[in-house]
């Protein structure tokens, strides 16, 4: 079964910065795209940032121009967060899209934005 491992989370302060990062614990084969999910207590998990292994990218609305979402190789993705606000407060959760085998999940790591 596939595993992935997130890392980077943490406290900050508003206007902060923190670095996710995420990578499969070993080699995985035939990945379509990864991304970045967060679920706020009492909310619904909402899609952050997604990138194909063409290289494309989406990032939802209320991350444009302050968070960047990239990939080094092809297990590894990793989440810039820049300018975070209390509202970015959420556990997050790395996503891998596998051909013919759906999707994988990490366990989630804490982010939170407090003062």
């Known amino acids: 079964q596939v595993q992935l491992v997130e890392s980077g989370g943490g406290l900050v302060q508003p206007g902060g910065s923190l670095r996710l990062s995420c990578a499969g614990s070993?080699?995985?084969?035939?990945?379509?795209?990864m991304g970045w999910y967060r679920q706020a207590p009492g909310k619904q998990r909402e899609m952050v940032a997604t990138i194909t292994s063409m290289g494309s990218t989406n990032l939802a609305a209320s991350v444009k121009g302050r968070f960047t979402i990239s990939r080094n190789n092809a297990n590894t993705v990793y989440l810039q967060m820049n300018s975070l606000k209390p509202e970015d407060t959420a556990v997050y959760y790395c996503n891998a899209k596998i051909l013919n085998r759906g999707d994988a999940w990490g366990q989630g790591t804490q982010v939170t934005v407090a003062s």
């Open positions: 070993e080699p995985i084969v035939g990945i379509v795209a």
